[in-house]
């Protein structure tokens, strides 16, 4: 099968959709399948093109067999409304203009939350004659309003009825959580047509490992129990909660808040925890995918962190099965949802609601304070792991295509979860 992807996202960015696009693209190529990638020069999040790249017109290259098309596309940090937008168009507009002049696919795929990737991807398989499938990663516009990024108005409610219509012209929906399914039915969206395929772990990259001497010292972590957060600081994942909790702990030295990764509120962050003087909150820079592993492996405990906000009950953050394939007991701070019942059905780890930092210290204080229950959990997340892998997850997928190619996807799709 030859598979063309819309993805604004591809490494070397480490955003969730990079590596979820990436990493089971790899097993289609390895199970015979032709892939081609369209996205644009790697900047995300900061807007600023990565070191040793240009925003050139179409720049091909491949990863693994992957075959990679660069575009050309207006560049603008992860942050603010009117410039994302002109940013998630120009990036629309690159991708159909040179996706015509690609060999003609079999499928063409396009995900989401950079939603005009989507209306690119439905464009494009118009044009080339060809069936398209919405990768559902976000729902999108609503996070727009979730986050406080805008408020509800004409501009979200027209956005909405797009996204609407492209539930409904796609020959499949792939969600990530089957909350995102529940939510296209309650509006409407045949339930037959929408498979639920959600995140995972490649566990050939991830495995439990010694803490990494060298990055620990680097970064003052050598005798700290560090409580570790790898990913965007983002307006969807509030936090500032953190540095409440930090306050919370200086009483209790040994407790380290590690945050890592980049984004609109990093600066934020950086400068409140100054300001508070929360020594006990450090921040490592943003790093590469093949780093993550050593990053891991500072951690005592793997901290998911979300916004309090209804949108986020329905997501299933990808940083949950990477650290249950590093056999990490998890904390999870969330609104009550698709994640929480995840952790609480695997045993592998903490709950606490959303927007609460004393029980974020509490928990803190508990797994820092009992051996016994830290390892149980530990034990819990890794064996839980091998049910969540990117393995199962490129089969599901590609079984999706399958039916999709073969005419029968609005009518079988949704039987296939997992």
């Not at 200086?250 to 380290?256: S, W, Y």
């Not at 003087?277 to 790093?287: A, E, K, R, T």
């Not at 904390?331 to 592998?348: F, K, M, N, T, W």
Request: proline content about 6%; glycine content about 8%.
């Amino acid at each position: 099968m030859r598979i063309l992807f819309l993805t604004e996202n591809f490494p070397p960015e480490t955003n969730a959709a990079a590596t979820r696009v990436s990493e089971r693209a790899l097993y289609w190529v390895k199970a015979g399948h032709e892939v081609t990638v369209l996205t644009c020069a790697p900047n995300f999040p900061g807007g600023k093109l990565f070191d040793g790249w240009e925003n050139r017109w179409r720049q091909v290259g491949d990863l693994d067999g992957i075959r990679v098309v660069r575009l050309k596309t207006y560049i603008a940090p992860n942050e603010g409304f009117a410039r994302r937008i002109l940013d998630f168009v120009s990036f629309m507009a690159s991708a159909v203009a040179f996706g015509l002049f690609e060999r003609k696919p079999d499928v063409v795929v396009a995900t989401s939350p950079q939603f005009f990737a989507a209306v690119g991807g439905w464009m494009l398989a118009g044009l080339r004659g060809v069936p398209f499938v919405f990768e559902l990663g976000d729902l999108w516009p609503r996070s727009i309003t979730a986050v406080g990024a805008m408020r509800d108005s004409l501009a979200i409610r027209w956005l909405e009825r797009l996204e609407l219509f492209l539930y409904r012209r796609s020959a499949a929906v792939v969600a990530l959580t089957r909350a995102f399914k529940d939510d296209l039915i309650r509006r409407a969206i045949p339930a037959d047509k929408i498979a639920v395929v959600i995140n995972g772990v490649d566990l050939p990259r991830y495995a439990p490992r010694p803490r990494d001497a060298e990055l620990a010292a680097r970064w003052g972590l050598a005798d700290a129990f560090v409580i570790g957060y790898v990913g965007t600081h983002g307006m969807a994942h509030g936090l500032i909660n953190v540095l409440d909790a930090a306050e919370r702990l200086r009483d209790v030295p040994r407790i380290r808040f590690l945050l890592v990764g980049a984004g609109a509120e990093r600066q934020m962050l950086m400068d409140e925890a100054a300001r508070r003087g929360l020594d006990n909150v450090v921040f490592g820079p943003p790093q590469p995918k093949e780093m993550m592993p050593r990053v891991w492996s500072l951690c005592d405990v793997a901290l998911v962190h979300l916004k309090d906000s209804p949108a986020f009950a329905e997501v299933i953050p990808s940083k949950i099965f990477e650290a249950m394939g590093m056999g990490l007991p998890l904390l999870l701070v969330a609104p009550e949802g698709e994640a929480s019942r995840i952790i609480e059905d695997d045993g592998a780890g903490l709950f606490v609601p959303a927007a609460d930092p004393q029980g974020l210290a509490d928990a803190a204080r508990r797994l820092e304070g009992d051996d016994g229950l830290l390892a149980g959990l530990a034990a819990a997340s890794l064996v839980a792991a091998p049910r969540h892998t990117r393995q199962r997850q490129a089969e599901l997928f590609i079984a999706v295509l399958d039916l999709v190619v073969a005419g029968r996807g609005p009518a079988e799709a949704g039987r296939i979860e997992g």
